[in-house]
């Protein structure tokens, strides 16, 4: 099946990318005390020049004392760390490419490996990162207004710096998200509720603030997933009727492209239809979608973490979808992490090239 439709150019408002192959998000771990290195800036480059379309950054994350769990993951504010970002930024552009920071806070979390901890405990909407288990503090208003500030001056800031949009991180059980599973947010004020739309009111102040910092024709993408760390099966949206009480309220108050991850893209979101978790993002709100999860790949990406190999697979699955109008852009994560140059094998055709992933790519920032 031709590949070709992927290779067709996307514009939307502030973007204008020559694919529809998007970089996801992947935390790597690489920036000491939170300030991107050369050496990042350089393993983007690599991508852009590798002709990835949009390249989303990994995690970063904004302006509060517990916002991260982990002293390497690059900060989103502070002088030293958006010098840093603008040197990313600047050598993406020079290489031709486009790319957003995906902005985050992680909300509650278990405690780092490293040993290393936030100068204040962990916070989410009720103290919990997964169903009985509290590792943090419940958000007061007071908390909860100053992290939708900081949500808002971290997108000022990727706008400053030029970079072409900019998405939060809303998925895979960190804090928007924690505030929309009622697994993790047992609040009785107005951030609660019993259902997903009356959870999402978290959400939709944070991206209200955030597009009116960015203002109308610059790019928001929000990430969003069903899944939960904790429970890979759970559904935040049970019925369409369900994602589009969810979806649409997100949509008007500034949320442009939906990035709809799932670990396996071709799994069908609800009985009865084949489309997936993009396919009816896109059909419920008419927005432009991003799917994503084991593109080109054979195993997906958390039992990549425990080690399991993955060898490359067909792209016509996602092709089948992808020419049927379900989705606009693709979302790539470990191929791209594992090798610059997979947009443009894919291209050629050089399928005999592809690398496939093992976790030994984990541990470095892949150049070549
Ligand atoms: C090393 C690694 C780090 C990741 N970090 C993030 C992250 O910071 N933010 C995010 O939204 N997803 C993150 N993900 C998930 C990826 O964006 C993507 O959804 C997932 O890897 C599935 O895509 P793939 O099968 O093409 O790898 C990460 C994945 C990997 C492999």
Sequence with gaps: MSTNSLFEPFR???????????????????????????????????????EVGLILSEGTVIERVSSSNDANIPHFYGEQALAGWQKVINGVHSAGGSMGPQIWHMGIMDNHH?????????????????????NGNT??????????????????????????CVE????????????????????????????LAERSRFGIEVIKEVRKQVGEDFAVIIRLSQWKPAD??????????EMEAWLNPLADAGVDVFHC?????????????????AGWAKKLTGKATITVGSVGLTGEFLAAFGGESSQPSSLDEL??????????????????????????????????????????????LVME
């Design 168 to 195: 939060l991180h809303g998925a895979h059980g960190y804090l928007i998200d924690q505030f929309f599973w009622e697994g993790t947010n047992e609040r009785t004020d107005v951030y609660g509720g019993k259902t």
């Design 139 to 164: 958000m007061t208003d007071a908390d909860i207004a100053d992290a939708i500030a900081a949500y808002g001056r971290a997108a000022a800031d990727a706008k400053r710096l030029g970079f072409d």
């Design 114 to 134: 490293s040993g290393w901890l936030p100068g204040q405990p962990f916070e989410g909407p009720s103290g919990l990162n997964r169903p009985g288990n509290n």
């Design 232 to 241: 890979y099966t759970n559904q935040l949206a049970k019925t369409p009727q």
């Design 319 to 364: 092709m089948r979808r992808k020419d049927r109008g379900d989705f606009d852009l693709v979302g790539v994560g470990r191929p791209l992490l594992a090798d610059p140059h997979w947009v443009q094998k894919i291209r050629d055709g050089r399928t005999s090239e592809l690398k496939g992933f093992t976790k030994a790519a984990l541990g470095e």
């Design 12 to 50: 939307l408002k502030s973007l204008n990318i020559k694919n529809r192959i998007v970089m996801a998000p992947m935390t790597r771990s690489f920036s000491p005390n939170g300030i991107p290195t050369d050496q990042v800036a350089a393993y983007y480059q690599k991508r852009a020049e590798g």
């Design 261 to 277: 991850s799932q670990r396996r893209f071709w799994e069908p979101e609800f009985e009865d239809s084949d489309l997936n978790f």
